[in-house]
């Protein structure tokens, strides 16, 4: 031990969201002699650890641990709402990236992290869609094997939320004007959440804890408020483990390990390894942030009288029909022929993008539209680390180069055009025309460890997110999507942590054997 850190590990995996969550569980389930601990700069908001923030019912207590979220400049003021930076604002639970945010075009204005035990996973909207055609990792044989246990664990149903009142009604309407010619699965539906209902009908909100399950009472050690500074590296490239700083004390330490996962997030992920001197061509480039349009519309009246959510019956009925931050989300799935943008539609009073301006009326009138466009993806975008300059955690601070394309103009066009068909199926637009937001919105941020088939230069990691030429170093997280997808990506990711999980499980318990066996 040096101090409150293991001398030595198995897999040390940095990174408490989704994606560190799900390496953790399926190392523990698959080798349960692995000696596995998850290092999290961040602090741990509730318990269990990494349980979704929207499960804290008090809401000064939800808006404390938020707050405890959004980074260093953010640790010590309680209850403060997102800090304000240069007029860009962060969503609740997440803190803003630096002056580096637009170091060449556009950049991300409002790019932003979460540092906490669960990452953002503690903070998120749950939808957890299928990629489809294009979207799909083509090279990833078996994608839907892992996208099932990602489900299995992430807990989605799309059923949990799907009988909120008015949620039939947005769906009968959105499908007769845009399901026809589309295969079975991909018309309009309730989207797949993460989430469940428990007897009362109260919904939880999956956060990591879900994906990790019990792995922390059966051995897999959780070390909080402890930044990873550097991945160790022996003369061959070989990982040896990682270097540690204490944010309790500052003290540092090394933890030796076989195998080292950075799921650190899409922004920091390329920051650790080009901290640790692992700089690959393509380290960072291939950013992706999903530009996306909003619309809102009001129902018409015949359609909010014909909801029945007044009547409500026992308890769980009620919980169930209350228009809420829980209420029911549909899904317009991408379909690149008729429809190559994902649509989420769902209640205002639900949206985790709130629309004050709206006039007040009553629950569920108003229904937010939300179309997320393929972003056209090129190595020029990308996030770099300055050599001298560092961020708040003493890390090389990130500077962001990126911007839309004619491509990505007409794509938008075309997403605009969409909304709009789709809104006017619903009911009376509120808005004028499609509000565009700003580079960042999407939370979404892929492609900076994008994995491949080869090393070609055009990606960091194998298909098991193994690191090209640094035999041990893996990398997780949304970064490793290489496709131009629309959809959310938290499910494909999780999906693609379990292959590199069960990869690593089979080659280092043969290994253990080995050993035992004196072979
Ligand atoms: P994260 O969850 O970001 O976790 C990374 C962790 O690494 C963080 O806890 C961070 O503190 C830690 N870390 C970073 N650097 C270091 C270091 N050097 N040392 C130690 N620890 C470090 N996605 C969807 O698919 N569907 C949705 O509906 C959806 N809605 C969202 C809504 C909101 C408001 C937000 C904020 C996000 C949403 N997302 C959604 C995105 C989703 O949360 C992410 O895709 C997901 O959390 C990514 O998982 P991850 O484990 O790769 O990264």
């Not at 080659?507 to 080995?514: E, F, G, N, S, V």
């Amino acid at each position: 031990m040096t101090g409150r850190y293991p001398g030595e590990v198995d897999v040390a995996v940095v990174g408490s969201g989704p994606a560190g969550a799900a390496w953790a569980r399926t190392l523990h389930e698959n080798a349960p002699d692995l000696r596995v601990a998850v290092f999290e700069v961040g602090p741990v908001l509730s318990a269990p650890p990494g349980d979704h923030v929207k499960n804290i019912a008090d809401p000064q207590a939800r808006r404390r641990a938020q707050r405890a979220s959004e980074g260093p400049a953010a640790e010590a003021d309680g209850e403060q709402p997102p800090a304000t930076v240069d007029g860009r604002r962060g969503r609740p639970g997440t803190f803003l990236l630096g002056d580096g945010f637009a170091a060449g075009g556009t950049g991300l204005p409002v790019g932003a992290m979460s540092s906490n035990v669960g990452g953002m996973g503690a903070h998120w909207t749950c939808a957890c869609p299928r990629p489809g055609g294009t979207e799909r990792i083509g090279f990833v044989e078996d994608l839907d094997d892992l996208l099932d246990e990602a489900e299995r664990l992430l807990g989605v149903s799309a059923q949990a939320l799907a009988d909120a009142p008015l949620a039939g009604e947005v769906r009968r309407l959105l499908g007769a004007a845009l399901d026809a010619d589309r295969p079975a699965d991909r018309r309009v539906q309730p989207m797949p959440l993460a989430v469940r209902r428990d007897d009362a009908g109260r919904a939880h909100w999956s956060g990591p804890s879900v994906v990790l399950g019990d792995v922390l009472e059966r051995g897999v050690a959780l070390h909080p408020e402890t930044l990873v500074e550097r991945v160790l590296r022996e003369g061959n490239g070989a990982v040896r483990g990682i270097a540690v700083r204490d944010r309790r004390d500052g003290t540092t330490a090394e933890v030796a390990a076989r195998t080292v996962v950075v799921a650190a997030d899409a922004l920091r992920t390329p920051q650790l390894l080009f901290a640790s001197g692992v700089r690959p061509p393509a380290l960072g480039r291939y950013l992706n942030d999903q530009p996306q349009v909003l619309l809102a519309v009001r129902l018409p009246n015949e359609v909010l009288a014909g909801d029945g959510a007044e009547d409500h019956g026992d308890a769980s009925t009620a919980a169930r029909t209350a228009i809420d931050g829980s209420s029911g989300v549909s899904w317009v799935p991408f379909d690149d022929d008729r429809h190559p943008f994902h649509g989420q539609v769902m209640q205002m009073d639900a949206s985790p993008v709130p629309r004050p301006d709206l006039p007040a009326d009553r629950p569920g009138a108003y229904v937010g539209l939300g179309w997320f466009v393929a972003k056209d993806v090129r190595a020029q975008d990308r996030v770099e680390f300055d050599e001298t300059a560092t961020d708040d955690y003493g890390m090389p601070a990130p500077r962001v180069h990126y911007e839309l394309t004619d491509v990505d103009a007409e794509r938008l066009a075309a997403a605009r055009s969409a909304i709009t068909t789709a809104a006017h199926a619903l009911g009376r637009l509120i808005d004028d025309e499609p509000i565009e937001l700003p580079a960042g919105s999407s939370l979404h941020y892929q492609g900076t460890t994008r994995m491949g088939r080869s090393d070609d230069g055009t990606s960091v990691c194998d298909v098991n997110g193994e690191v090209w030429g640094v035999p041990g170093l893996f990398v997780a997280g949304n970064g490793l999507i290489p496709t131009e997808t629309a959809c959310n990506p938290t499910l494909t990711t999780v999906a693609l942590a379990v292959g590199g999980a069960r990869h690593v499980a089979k080659t280092l318990a043969h290994a253990t054997l080995d050993r035992k066996d004196g072979s």
